[in-house]
């Protein structure tokens, strides 16, 4: 008898939705496979395979059984078990019939308690193929799928209605119902090149029978290869080298998971489309059209593109259909654009009163006075162009009147950008307009401009403080307005464009600029405490360990860059060899004075009360050390600063071995924490390093 075989599940179903269909098979073929090894099955290899109408896991070699498992429960202490002539008590019988077996079937374990009584036997492996339908049936329901569907006169859900599931263990059948099909061995290929049934005698013929006899390519990484490859020679045959594809990795990735059997065909447009702004004809392509656009040499866009059909026919057919198709949507966004630009953007600004920016806050009219009084607050605070600043936030939403930005929602901010440049506005300004959504994800790139960057912080901040004043705070998965988005935008801008900002500052301003409209009075510490756990969650993702950011934001900093550079700092503080001794030695610092209440007289170390030569030491370096930060400290070079600090290591260690510190002297008692107050204050210039974590 065989004791492994090869697995398959197919669930076929109507066309999948393209974007999620990778991420869809892989979290399927992981559930799975963690179950079979929760479960002790043993396997060699698996794969998942999905198409748009298909989603299948196949596992090689999986064992045709667990291995026996041998089950301990421990029962009473020996002790306890037994009277003293050696016969059972009550516990050790009532123990035993839980388990089926006599008191003398048991058997006695050791430990570091003492002595036990145990009963152990023997569980044989169950049968993968009763297992497998509830770890499939239980792989099915974790997939994330945020709508589930029903079709039909059943209550079955899925992320679309299901036509059949195969699932074979070899060459036998698993017996089961999964999502109302009763399984079977029966698939089927291409929707048009191949209808007719298509019989597995064995798991393992899946992905070579659907080639052969199903035009399918069921593997979606072969598949994906084979659009970019075909992609490609079809273009290079077309332009002869003179030409290649921008190929974005998420549409090559939906464009996989649109087609079951890839055909490339390379088609072109009139080239004087290309005076509409190329953003608007790469949208068109990609956005709409899921069209791979091409550049030339230099970066340029050509009037060329390829397109993936999922069946082969005449070429000709093909190809005028699709630059018909296109040829509309641009002859369109043609119109569009010209008829935008007779009218500027300042001529749009009183449109914005018809656009409501949030029931309780406004209308986009109302935002962009506000984006204008923030712009130029920022500005004035960084030293730049003022001017140019409210400029743009006045103009930053008038592009959302536009027809263009109308037919292509995801050019917002770009047509800003060239409708201004076309009305001759600041070319700062123009910039601006197409930098302030950025960064639009995780990982995005940061506005390059400064008055873009203004912008898109006055932006991000005006929402944020608006949201919170009328207690809209994201909860648990919900975020509705992206108000985590816009605070890593916030963090990333002034870290990694090292920006100087006090966002207290900006958050209580633009609370001013709402005037009336915030019902929330704590909306500035709670955004600001959101920011600060959004940076937290940042920093980890960056390998900062927590206690070195909690020792940092302990001093509750509100200057996002000033924050980082006192982070790097500790960072490279933790791993000095004297960094232990120290915070050892603050966390001490920090008790001592917390407990100490009473009134100190004094605000002067006095000499005269010195009683041991550590003390005079402790307070000579802390003197030293002083001046020699100050400098390091005002240019905000705490690295340095903790490099002087770490040279207090020995003067703190002799204070400690031969000073008490609470003696009943008064005035040496006092001098010995005054002694100590300056030693904490001058480490607490750069971070709380007592709340470090050996």
Same mark, same amino acid.
């Given at each position: 008898?065989?004791?492994?075989?090869?697995?398959?599940?197919?669930?076929?179903?109507?066309?999948l939705?393209?974007k999620?269909l990778?991420?869809?098979?892989?979290?399927?073929?992981?559930?799975?496979?963690?179950?079979?090894?929760?479960?002790?099955?043993?396997?060699?290899?698996?794969?998942?395979?999905?198409?748009?109408?298909?989603?299948?896991?196949?596992?090689?070699?999986?064992?045709?059984?667990?291995?026996?498992?041998?089950?301990?429960?421990?029962?009473?202490?020996?002790k306890?078990?037994?009277?003293a002539?050696?016969?059972?008590?009550?516990?050790?019988?009532?123990?035993?019939?839980?388990?089926?077996?006599?008191?003398?079937?048991?058997?006695?374990?050791?430990?570091?308690?003492?002595?036990?009584?145990?009963?152990?036997?023997?569980?044989?492996?169950?049968?993968?193929?009763?297992?497998?339908?509830?770890?499939?049936?239980?792989?099915?329901?974790?997939?994330?799928?945020?709508?589930?569907?029903?079709?039909?006169?059943?209550?079955?859900?899925?992320?679309?209605?299901?036509?059949?599931?195969?699932?074979?263990?070899?060459?036998?059948?698993?017996?089961?119902?999964?999502?109302?099909?009763?399984?079977?061995r029966?698939?089927?290929?291409?929707?048009?090149?191949?209808?007719?049934?298509?019989?597995?005698?064995?798991?393992?013929?899946?992905?070579?029978?659907?080639?052969t006899?199903?035009?399918?390519?069921?593997?979606?990484?072969?598949?994906?290869?084979?659009?970019?490859?075909?992609?490609?020679?079809?273009?290079?045959?077309?332009?002869?080298?003179?030409?290649?594809?921008?190929?974005?990795?998420?549409?090559?990735?939906?464009?996989?998971?649109?087609?079951?059997?890839?055909?490339?065909?390379?088609?072109?447009?009139?080239?004087?489309?290309?005076?509409?702004?190329?953003?608007?004809?790469?949208?068109?392509?990609?956005?709409?059209?899921?069209?791979?656009?091409?550049?030339?040499?230099?970066?340029?866009?050509?009037?060329?593109?390829?397109?993936?059909?999922?069946?082969?026919?005449?070429?000709?057919?093909?190809?005028?259909?699709?630059?018909?198709?296109?040829?509309?949507?641009?002859?369109?966004?043609?119109f569009?654009?010209?008829?935008?630009?007779?009218?500027?953007?300042?001529?749009?600004v009183?449109r914005?009163?018809?656009?409501?920016?949030?029931?309780?806050?406004g209308?986009?009219?109302?935002?962009?006075?506000?984006?204008?009084?923030?712009?130029?607050?920022?500005?004035?605070?960084?030293?730049?162009?003022?001017?140019?600043?409210?400029?743009?936030?006045?103009?930053?939403?008038?592009?959302?009147?536009?027809?263009?930005?109308?037919?292509?929602?995801?050019?917002?901010?770009?047509?800003?950008?060239?409708?201004?440049?076309?009305?001759q506005?600041?070319n700062?300004?123009?910039?601006?307009?197409?930098?302030?959504?950025?960064?639009?994800?995780?990982?995005?790139?940061l506005?390059?401009?400064?008055?873009?960057?203004?912008?898109?912080?006055?932006?991000?901040?005006?929402?944020?403080?608006?949201?919170?004043?009328?207690? $809209? =705070?994201?909860?648990?998965? #919900?975020?509705?307005?992206? *108000?985590?988005?816009? /605070?890593?935008?916030?963090?990333?801008? %002034?870290v990694?464009?090292?920006?100087?900002?006090d966002?207290?500052e900006?958050?209580?301003?633009?609370?001013?600029?709402?005037?009336?409209?915030?019902?929330?009075?704590?909306?500035?510490?709670?955004?600001?405490?959101?920011?600060?756990?959004r940076?937290?969650?940042?920093?980890?993702?960056?390998?900062?360990?927590?206690?070195?950011?909690?020792?940092?934001?302990?001093l509750?900093?509100?200057?996002?860059?000033?924050?980082?550079?006192?982070?790097?700092?500790?960072?490279?503080?933790?791993?000095?060899?004297?960094?232990?001794?120290?915070?050892?030695?603050?966390?001490?610092?920090?008790?001592?004075?917390?407990?100490?209440?009473?009134?100190?007289?004094?605000?002067?170390?006095?000499?005269?009360?010195?009683?041991?030569?550590?003390?005079?030491?402790l307070?000579? $370096? =802390?003197?030293?050390?002083? #001046?020699?930060?100050?400098? *390091?400290?005002?240019? /905000?070079?705490?690295?340095?600063?903790? %490099?002087q600090?770490?040279?207090?290591?020995?003067?703190?260690?002799?204070?400690?071995?031969?000073?008490?510190?609470?003696?009943?002297?008064?005035?040496?008692?006092?001098?010995?924490?005054?002694?100590?107050?300056?030693?904490?204050?001058?480490?607490?210039?750069?971070?709380?390093?007592?709340?470090?974590?050996?």
């Open positions: 008898m065989k004791q492994h075989d090869d697995f398959l599940i197919e669930i076929l179903t109507e066309e939705p393209p999620a990778f991420k869809l098979a892989q979290v399927f073929c992981q559930h799975i496979t963690e179950r079979l090894a929760h479960q002790h099955f043993t396997f060699s290899d698996n794969q998942f395979f999905v198409t748009p109408r298909r989603l299948a896991v196949f596992v090689k070699d999986l064992s045709v059984a667990q291995s026996d498992q041998v089950v301990e429960r421990k029962g009473p202490a020996k306890v078990a037994f009277d002539q050696g016969h059972p008590l009550p516990a050790l019988i009532g123990f035993a019939r839980s388990c089926g077996v006599a008191p003398a079937e048991l058997i006695t374990i050791n430990n570091h308690q003492g002595e036990w009584l145990a009963f152990r036997q023997t569980v044989p492996g169950k049968k993968v193929m009763k297992l497998l339908p509830d770890i499939v049936m239980q792989a099915i329901a974790a997939l994330p799928i945020p709508k589930r569907m029903r079709w039909g006169a059943g209550d079955t859900q899925f992320i679309r209605p299901v036509h059949g599931v195969v699932m074979l263990y070899g060459e036998e059948i698993i017996d089961a119902v999964i999502l109302g099909c009763k399984t079977g029966i698939t089927h290929g291409h929707r048009f090149l191949a209808p007719d049934a298509i019989t597995l005698s064995h798991a393992a013929l899946y992905p070579s029978l659907l080639k006899q199903g035009y399918v390519i069921a593997d979606f990484i072969k598949r994906r290869d084979l659009i970019q490859q075909q992609a490609t020679h079809c273009l290079q045959e077309k332009l002869k080298g003179t030409g290649q594809l921008s190929i974005q990795h998420e549409l090559l990735d939906e464009v996989t998971g649109l087609v079951e059997w890839p055909i490339a065909w390379c088609g072109q447009f009139d080239s004087t489309f290309l005076n509409i702004p190329k953003e608007a004809l790469i949208s068109a392509m990609q956005d709409h059209q899921r069209y791979f656009p091409v550049i030339g040499t230099k970066g340029e866009l050509l009037p060329y593109f390829v397109t993936i059909s999922n069946i082969p026919s005449s070429q000709n057919r093909v190809i005028c259909g699709n630059e018909s198709v296109l040829r509309a949507r641009l002859a369109d966004a043609a569009f654009y010209e008829i935008d630009k007779k009218e500027s953007l300042e001529q749009r009183e914005l009163h018809g656009i409501i920016f949030q029931a309780k806050l209308t986009l009219y109302e935002k962009s006075e506000r984006l204008s009084k923030v712009a130029a607050f920022i500005a004035k605070k960084l030293k730049w162009n003022v001017d140019e600043a409210m400029r743009a936030g006045q103009l930053a939403k008038t592009d959302l009147t536009t027809h263009m930005v109308a037919e292509f929602p995801e050019l917002q901010g770009i047509m800003g950008y060239y409708y201004a440049l076309h009305d506005e600041p700062h300004v123009a910039i601006a307009l197409k930098e302030q959504y950025l960064p639009r994800y995780a990982g995005d790139r506005p390059s401009n400064p008055i873009g960057q203004v912008l898109a912080l006055a932006d991000r901040i005006d929402t944020l403080i608006g949201l919170f004043g009328i207690y $809209q =705070l994201p909860t648990g998965d #919900k975020d509705p307005y992206g *108000l985590r988005r816009a /605070a890593l935008g916030i963090i990333r801008i %002034l990694e464009q090292q920006i100087e900002l966002l207290q900006i958050f209580i301003y633009v609370v001013s600029c709402y005037k009336s409209l915030l019902d929330n009075t704590a909306c500035v510490s709670q955004a600001l405490y959101f920011v600060q756990e940076m937290r969650a940042w920093y980890q993702e960056q390998g900062v360990t927590p206690d070195v950011f909690t020792a940092v934001v302990a509750g900093m509100t200057k996002p860059f000033d924050v980082h550079l006192r982070m790097k700092a500790v960072q490279a503080f933790k791993k000095l060899k004297e960094a232990q001794a120290l915070s050892s030695a603050n966390k001490r610092v920090s008790n001592i004075l917390s407990q100490y209440t009473d009134v100190i007289q004094t605000t002067e170390i006095n000499p005269m009360f010195f009683e041991h030569p550590a003390e005079k030491e307070a000579k $370096q =802390l003197e030293l050390r002083s #001046k020699a930060v100050v400098d *390091l400290y005002q240019s /905000a070079k705490y690295d340095e600063v903790l %490099l600090l770490a040279d207090l290591r020995q003067p703190v260690d002799d204070f400690f071995d031969h000073v008490m510190v609470m003696t009943d002297d008064k005035k040496r008692r006092e001098n010995r924490i005054l002694l100590l107050s300056k030693l904490r204050s001058l480490f607490l210039q750069v971070a709380d390093i007592a709340l470090l974590q050996p």
